[in-house]
T-cell receptor, first 117, second 114 residues
Framework: DTGVSQNPRHKITKRGQNVTFRCDPISEHNRLYWYRQTLGQGPEFLTYFQNEAQLEKSRLLSDRFSAERPKGSFSTLEIQRTEQGDSAMYLC???????????????FGPGTRLTVL | GDSVTQMEGPVTLSEEAFLTINCTYTATGYPSLFWYVQYPGEGLQLLLKATKADDKGSNKGFEATYRKETTSFHLEKGSVQVSDSAVYFCALSDRRTGRRALTFGSGTRLQVQP
């Protein structure tokens, strides 16, 4: 049973460039989440998919951010025109929603560390 | 809105000491509560969880009890080891509001000295 994987693990880019991150969830998981974590803080929610549908977006997700999960499996998070304030760890998590169970447990990937110069 | 407050770190203990990391929460509904651990250089791992009042979550010698009356979910371990050195995050999920997102505290760094 493989866990959540994320690629790349590290990304260094110049301000103004676009970047794209990929997340591969645990294979049978139908829910996928993106979070952002800055140094010394807990993760902050960005967005959430159930299968291919994007059901919730945080106010943190500005117009420069877009996420997709086209076939309900892997997901991509793109940041356009990166700014220095985008430097953070971007975490992906997945979970399995089961009928009759109210709270599903989220399992996290190792994260992609973005540095914007 | 929902929020989680954790005691500030770092918490520095000697091996075999007793550990308590305080966590209190504010939520509009009836949240589920979680403790996640982040070891150096690794991703977040679920340590334990509790889904209703008076539930006790436990794993690897760690315990936490869901206390609705005090809105708390304090993490405890009777005898810590050097390998427990990590950052611990308390989190909640408030499904009554329909949100699936986890709300995290800011984390508490634990350093265990031999």
């Amino acid at each position: 049973d493989t866990g959540v994987s994320q690629n790349p693990r590290h990304k260094i880019t110049k301000r103004g460039q676009n970047v794209t991150f990929r997340c591969d969830p645990i294979s049978e998981h139908n829910r996928l989440y993106w979070y952002r974590q800055t140094l010394g803080q807990g993760p902050e929610f960005l967005t959430y998919f159930q299968n291919e549908a994007q059901l919730e977006k945080s106010r943190l997700l500005s117009d420069r951010f877009s996420a997709e999960r086209p076939k309900g499996s892997f997901s991509t998070l793109e940041i356009q025109r990166t700014e220095q304030g985008d430097s953070a760890m971007y975490l992906c998590a997945s979970s399995l929603s089961e009928r009759g169970i109210g709270t599903d447990t989220q399992y996290f990937g190792p994260g992609t560390r973005l540095t914007v110069l | 809105g929902d929020s989680v407050t954790q005691m500030e770190g770092p918490v520095t203990l000697s091996e075999e000491a007793f550990l308590t990391i305080n966590c209190t929460y504010t939520a509009t509904g009836y949240p589920s509560l979680f403790w996640y651990v982040q070891y150096p250089g690794e991703g977040l791992q679920l340590l334990l969880k509790a889904t209703k009042a008076d539930d006790k979550g436990s794993n690897k010698g760690f315990e936490a009890t869901y206390r609705k009356e005090t809105t708390s979910f304090h993490l405890e371990k009777g005898s810590v080891q050097v390998s427990d050195s990590a950052v611990y995050f308390c989190a909640l999920s408030d499904r009554r509001t329909g949100r699936r997102a986890l709300t995290f505290g800011s984390g508490t760094r634990l350093q265990v000295q031999p």
